[in-house]
């Protein structure tokens, strides 16, 4: 069993490992514990799944509003008795929160591994085997994980997700032909890593004036509006989607720009072009280094890794300048075939 419930980026980055996994060992079981707003990277309506063979859903966000309700605890011992009636052999904790660690110690599998010095320390507590990690990067970390648990060598695999047929329609629909379409991605997990409206709206000019469609996704978790205001002044579209299509979307991208965001990480692990725009996060540790990935990272020399959720654009990721990134986003698309 893996447990990784969140966040968008953070459950790709663990998939390549379990791409492995699931190569190495064509016969076992995978489970995954993960928030339910994320399965869709891992199953389809249809009951379909690439990956694994299990999703665990994990209500934390709920339990998080309503924490010591009647509610929460059956929830909690429901998610219990389901994880131990799979009898899992190992149980791998790809996150390292204390949160993560109790829910994998929930499974009460044999093995219970994690990373020797984890995001949050005390998670380590319940750890039956601990890794020391020699990667820098937390995809071949992850792959570091898994394989300790299972006892072999992983590298990276390519990532397979689902297809959802009504949300390849509904990406058909918003298309017109084959034309070639530039996402923009401005929303990010805190302000800090996203580089602001304004530039964006720049941006989006500039992509136009060069004869591309652009399209601005409008993510849940941005401020109000910040899609709308992008798009005002650049006559480019809004496009709020599911996550679903939000995958449909990203696979007929001619390229992706955006910050240290899941939309981003999304489509490098799809295999699409993008332009990555990194700040408060080191993208030696962080990047989309998925197999088959084609990403252009650009970060000021003088960004400071800060994960400390700061609301204001971090200094050095403002200093990306807007013909910067316009140069990178139109020399990746003259190397794109149309």
């Known amino acids: 069993m893996i447990v990784r419930v969140g966040a968008m980026g953070d459950v790709l980055h ?16 995978i489970g995954w514990a993960i928030e339910p707003r994320w399965m869709p990277l891992l199953a389809g309506e249809d009951g379909k799944m690439p990956l694994v063979d299990r999703v665990h859903a994990v209500r934390t966000r709920d339990w998080k509003r309503r924490p010591i309700s009647g509610a929460t605890a059956r929830e909690i011992a429901a998610l219990r008795r389901e994880l131990r009636a799979e009898r899992y052999d190992v149980c791998v904790d790809l996150q390292g929160s204390i949160r993560s660690a109790v829910i994998g110690w929930m499974a009460g599998a044999k093995r219970f591994v994690g990373a020797d010095a984890p995001r949050e320390r005390a998670a380590k507590i319940l750890y039956g085997q601990r890794v020391g990690l020699a990667a820098r990067n937390v995809i071949p970390q992850a792959c570091e994980l898994v394989g300790a648990g299972v006892g072999i060598r992983l590298g990276p695999a390519k990532v397979v997700l689902p297809v959802e047929v009504e949300a390849e329609r509904w990406c058909d629909g918003i298309m017109s ?31 136009r004036a060069a004869g591309v ?28 989607s599911t996550l679903a299509q939000m995958i449909a979307l990203m696979r ?5 720009i955006g910050g240290d965001t899941g939309p ?4 490098a692990a799809v295999g699409r072009p993008a332009v990555a725009l990194f700040g408060p996060t080191d993208p030696e540790r962080n990047g989309p280094i998925f197999v088959g990935a084609r990403v252009r990272v650009l970060r000021d020399a003088g960004s400071v890794t800060d994960h400390r959720r700061h609301r204001e654009t971090e200094a050095g990721l403002g200093r990306i300048r807007v013909e910067e990134v316009l140069a990178a986003a139109l020399a990746m698309l003259e190397e794109e075939p149309r």
């Open 177 to 207: 032909g084959n034309e070639r379409f530039v996402v923009i991605a401005p929303a990010a997990g805190w302000g800090a890593k996203e580089w602001g409206v304004g530039r964006y709206g720049e941006l989006a000019n500039g992509l």
């Open 264 to 267: 981003v990480h999304l489509a």
């Open 14 to 29: 663990g998939m390549p490992a379990v791409a492995a996994l699931r190569k190495a060992l064509p016969g076992c079981f």
């Open 252 to 256: 007929r991208a001619a390229l992706v």
């Open 213 to 240: 469609r652009v399209l601005v996704n409008e993510a849940a978790e941005s401020s109000a509006g910040v899609a709308e205001e992008i798009a005002r002044g650049s006559g480019a579209t809004v496009v709020a």
